[in-house]
């Protein structure tokens, strides 16, 4: 994590450094780490709605799929698969989130 935080830092200040010369006086277009973070934190809110939504009709898919059995029996196990995954994905997204929104 803190490679991470050093890795943006260091990518703040080289854009800050493109932006020295082009900067309009009384106007200051730095980037800082909060604007970074509040747009990485929107952009990370979309992704999880959309993860959301992946998970729910992967889990849908599981609950028909159950339901049906012994129809399809040789589904199970890539229809789990992605549900697993869709969740699992989701709940990485999930934490990633939260690790910014308390940074």
Do not use: C, Y
């Not at 200051?28 to 979309?46: A, F, I, Q, Y």
């Not at 992605?82 to 910014?100: I, N, Q």
Request: aromatic share 2%; proline share 2%.
């Amino acid at each position: 994590m803190a490679a991470l935080d050093a890795a943006i830092q260091k990518h703040i200040r080289s854009l800050n450094r493109r932006l020295d010369g082009r900067v309009k006086p009384g106007h200051d277009n730095r980037v800082t780490t909060t604007d970074r973070t509040m747009s990485d934190v929107e952009t990370l809110k979309g992704e999880i709605k959309k993860l959301s939504a992946k998970a729910l009709q992967a889990k849908m898919d599981l609950h028909d799929l159950s339901e049906e059995l012994p129809v399809n029996w040789q589904h199970i196990l890539s229809v789990a698969q992605r549900t697993h995954d869709a969740f699992a994905t989701l709940e990485k997204k999930r934490a990633e989130l939260k690790r910014l929104e308390t940074a």
